[in-house]
């Protein structure tokens, strides 16, 4: 089984920063990507940032400037640097990666999710 799990979501007011982590464990025999999404309510969930081993990034056009996602490939780990947050930020954010696993399957994973306050 692989899991991943996020963590660092919180309350932060306007312009401040979270820094959010996550972490992929379990039978791994390799990742491909890991990327961040987000989810507000009444919205359909958006690609936030992605990264691949490679080291290749892409941002949506709301976080460009703001946001950095960054990996840790020895410890299976992505982060996102999240500066200059606003509200409209609020979201639960959402950890994904494509792994090909222990059990010779290459599949998508999720992480359950952290929850963004972006408020004063």
């Known amino acids: 089984q692989v899991h991943l799990v996020e963590s660092g979501g919180g309350l932060v007011q306007p312009g401040g920063s979270l820094r959010l982590s996550c972490a992929a464990s379990?039978?791994?025999?390799?990742?491909?990507?890991m990327d961040w999404y987000r989810q507000a309510p009444g919205k359909e969930r958006e690609l936030v940032a992605a990264?691949?081993?490679?080291?290749?990034?892409n941002y949506a056009d709301s976080v460009k400037g703001r946001f950095t996602i960054s990996r840790d490939n020895a410890k299976n780990t992505v982060y996102l640097q999240m500066n200059s947050l606003k509200p409209e930020d609020t979201a639960v954010y959402y950890c994904?990666?494509?792994?090909?696993?222990?059990?010779?399957?290459?599949?998508?994973?999720w992480g359950k999710g952290t929850l963004v306050t972006v408020s004063s």
């Open positions: 379990g039978s791994i025999f390799s990742i491909n990507a």
């Open positions: 994904h990666a494509n792994i090909f696993s222990g059990d010779w399957r290459v599949m998508d994973y």
């Open positions: 990264s691949t081993s490679g080291g290749n990034t």
